[in-house]
T-cell receptor
């Protein structure tokens, strides 16, 4: 059974800092992994999709890496901005039908 | 191309009533997933459907909950005889293929409150 852990649970940083969010998962037999952000009271916005054959993906100030064999992914956010404040969710595929399995997220607050 | 559309955005039901939540996937998407998010908890998988088929319902409670994705029209998550513990945000996602291979996109959710 796929289980996902995200560390830290919460993070508060001043604007401009570079930061790293961590995700670990127990079943390395994944097809892909997605990172999402969720703003309070809103839905999920897809940030990055990493296929299992890839080691990283980049979109703007975001870079996600995947080490499938060790069951880890990291999301790197460069030059953080107050608008980056949200909950960040990691979701590797898992189970017999490869559905997305979510961690509990990292709540990020970027202080102006 | 509109995103995944869920309605209603907010739904209030009295205990014992039925709740119907609708999800229209993105154009061209034939795979739909329902998740539930309880207050202060993560998203929990409920059910995975393709047109007219339930592929995986391993996360669905055995009683009172059902889901369908008909050939025409939106996917429906139905909760009969709601109880206070059903109060949660229900999210729908869609993709072109199974999420093992393709990107999933989520709707804004339906927030169900049972009073």
């Amino acid at each position: 059974k796929q289980e996902v852990t995200q560390i830290p649970a919460a993070l508060s940083v001043p604007e401009g800092e570079n930061l790293v969010l961590n995700c670990s998962f127990t079943d390395s037999a994944i097809y892909n992994l997605q990172w999402f952000r969720q703003d309070p009271g809103k839905g999920l916005t897809s940030l990055l999709l990493i296929q299992s054959s890839q080691r990283e993906q980049t979109s703007g100030r975001l870079n996600a890496s995947l080490d499938k064999s060790s069951g880890r992914s990291t999301l790197y956010i460069a030059a953080s901005q107050p608008g980056d404040s949200a909950t960040y969710l990691c979701a590797p595929s898992g189970g017999a039908t490869n559905k997305l399995i979510f961690g509990t997220g990292t709540l990020l607050a970027v202080q102006p | 191309n509109a995103g995944v559309m869920q309605n209603p955005r907010h739904l209030v039901r009295r205990r014992g009533q039925e709740a119907r939540l609708r999800c229209s996937p993105m154009k061209g998407h034939s795979h739909v997933y329902w998740y539930r998010q309880l207050p202060e908890e993560g998203l929990k998988f409920m059910v995975y459907l393709q047109k007219e088929n339930i592929i995986d319902e391993s996360g669905m409670p055995k009683e009172r909950f059902s889901a369908e994705f008909p050939k025409e029209g939106p996917s429906i998550l139905r909760i009969q005889q709601v109880v206070r513990g059903d109060s949660a945000a229900y999210f729908c996602a869609s993709s072109t293929g199974g999420v093992g291979n393709t990107e999933a996109f989520f709707g804004q959710g339906t927030r169900l409150t049972v009073v």
